[in-house]
């Protein structure tokens, strides 16, 4: 029987998913290899290939993070996009944020690819998934061709005039400059080789250029600009044309007879199309302009999810005026909210990482939009007491919150000296508003109880994505300082307690760098962190859904 995973990451024709529990040092582990040689017919010859490139990413990023450890981190697993589907997938999508990478099947495939250009890959998309820049990410990771031999740099010079990225043509400039790299010096990589000629400093990768090199890499600064432009635009064009014809009447027209429970709004938040005045549609009309077919398939099939999770959300409750509905200013961050005065969901036509108009749905959007659906309507059901914490548990979860407190006053009591001042900081900074390091897991207990309701009502698969587009790394926050830090992953943690993990610290793990930002700077040990995690579980598993108040689906 397939897997609840395997129909996870095998969901969309365009792009397969490498999950980040089957990576490990060494590449895909054999049972996930097994399921998508047999499932999806992806060749042992490419598993192998990319296993390989994988364990050679660890292996020199690793030494990069031990001899330039200001300028690399160690490497790590992620979820990695494969795709299949290079035109219908748009460049640099990334459907878990920092918790994802995509790469193209091509970049592990013989005949468009060599292992040392595969190789690279994985360090380039891990240092996009940072910089979020496709200009930056090569400059940050020049050191990498510093470490390598001239064969290696031929090799990998080889397979990007073989690729068939759709930014291939950046890498080729990128390759015919080996040697002129091989020129250059590093901070803290190496010997600097004998030359009398003045070099330029490019300070944020630690890299001396040599003047006379100069202009070659600004002209590689320009390709890899130009070319993260031509895809994307090659992308949208794609979308344009793939279909003729204008789409918007047959949309509308199902709008009207329909009727999904949805408001269709702006960016500004002004309503385009309200489900109670469904023949009102002129507004709509003016924005949907001449949208392609494809494309309003995709407004239509995330509009009819929402309806559908709305209606079996709002019918399970047993009193019809159960929810407290939010006062005050909405969260539209994320394009799809609650509005409090017409009790009802908001799809923003301005949602993150999809342009509406322009483009169908990427992979996993969709299961994003019925996860925060479902999210948003737990909320309210939250707010009016229905997941709670029974009286029979009461005691056990004041024991659970003390316990929790002292573990804090423990973690930061035993500060190595050289973060005895940021944690004293990081402490104080909060008792100025009244608070202590052990509760700041509970400030979002609600979001918690928001998701254990949310499961019963959502696809495995949905909740899959929502669980792992909000664990990710907090290496890169602003503001957010080791201690704090550490309490922030205290409560992100428990998302990966709701889908099917064998052992979710150990993806917690290997997925976030918390070993090397906290763990080898002394902030706490590995056993520390999972006793200080499980304290926070026994807490929150605490909460019950009164299903006295809300009918669960599938009991009763």
């Not at 996930?32 to 042992?44: H, I, M, Q, T």
Request: include cysteine; hydrophobic fraction near 40%.
């Amino acid at each position: 029987m397939r897997s609840s995973i395997a129909d996870f990451c095998l969901a969309s024709p365009k792009l397969f998913l490498i999950p980040a529990e089957h990576l490990s040092a060494s590449g895909i582990d054999a049972p996930f290899a097994d399921v998508l040689f047999e499932e999806r017919g992806v060749s042992r010859a490419w598993l192998q290939r990319f296993s390989e490139a994988f364990a050679l990413y660890f292996e020199r990023v690793s030494d990069l993070a031990v001899g330039a450890p200001a300028y690399w981190r160690p490497p790590r697993c992620a979820n990695v996009c494969i795709v299949q589907d290079a035109i219908g997938t748009r460049p640099y999508y990334l459907p878990f944020a920092q918790a994802s990478w995509l790469l193209y099947e091509s970049d592990f495939d013989p005949t468009h690819s060599t292992l040392e250009f595969g190789a690279y890959q994985l360090a380039h998309v891990e240092r996009l998934s940072s910089t979020g820049d496709p200009g930056v990410a090569w400059i940050h990771n020049l050191g990498y061709f510093l470490e390598r031999s001239e064969a290696e740099r031929v090799a990998f010079a080889k397979g990007c005039e073989a690729s068939t990225r759709p930014d291939a043509p950046a890498f080729v400039s990128l390759g015919a400059l080996m040697k002129e790299v091989s020129t250059c010096s590093h901070d803290q990589l190496g010997p600097r080789p004998p030359s009398t000629e003045r070099t330029a400093r490019i300070g944020f990768a630690g890299l001396n250029v040599p003047e006379g090199q100069q202009a070659s890499f600004q002209a590689i600064a320009k390709s890899f600009l130009a070319e993260s432009h031509n895809a994307t635009y090659r992308y949208y064009e794609a979308q344009r044309v793939a279909e003729e014809g204008d789409a918007s009447e047959p949309l509308l027209r199902w709008l009207a007879e329909a009727v999904p429970r949805v408001l269709v709004t702006d960016q500004a938040g002004g309503v385009l199309w309200d489900y109670e005045r469904p023949n009102a549609l002129d507004g709509l009309r003016d924005v949907l302009g001449g949208i392609a077919p494809g494309v309003a398939t995709s407004l239509r099939q995330d509009w009819a999810l929402i309806d559908q999770h709305s209606c079996a959300f709002v019918s399970a409750l047993v009193e019809d005026d159960a929810l407290v509905f939010p006062e005050g200013d909405l969260d539209q961050e994320d394009g799809i909210y609650i509005h409090p005065d017409r009790r009802a969901i908001v799809y923003s036509m301005v949602q993150p990482g999809l342009r509406t108009l322009a483009e169908e749905a990427p992979p996993y959007h969709r299961m994003l939009v019925g996860a925060r659906t479902v999210h948003e309507w737990s909320h309210l059901a939250v707010e009016a007491g229905i997941v709670r914490v029974p009286e029979s548990r009461a005691n056990e979860h004041a024991d659970q919150q003390r316990r929790l407190i002292e573990m804090f006053d423990e973690i930061v009591s035993a500060a190595p000296t050289p973060l005895r001042s940021t944690a004293a900081e990081e402490v104080a900074l909060l008792a100025r508003d009244g608070c202590h390091l052990g509760e700041l897991p509970l400030q979002r207990v609600g979001d918690y109880q928001a998701n254990l309701l949310a499961r019963e009502f959502l696809s495995p698969a949905e909740t899959e994505a929502y669980v792992r587009a909000n664990v990710r790394p907090l290496i890169d926050e602003p503001n957010v300082g080791p201690y704090l830090a550490l309490a922030r992953y205290a409560y992100e943690y428990q998302y990966l307690r709701l889908i099917e993990l064998a052992d979710p610290f150990a993806y917690f793990v290997a997925t976030t760098w918390f070993g090397h930002s906290h763990v080898e700077s002394g902030v706490v040990s590995l056993s520390e962190a999972k006793a200080l995690f499980d304290v926070v579980s026994s807490l929150f598993d605490c909460h019950e859904v009164d299903e006295a108040r809300i009918r669960v689906p599938g009991r009763g």
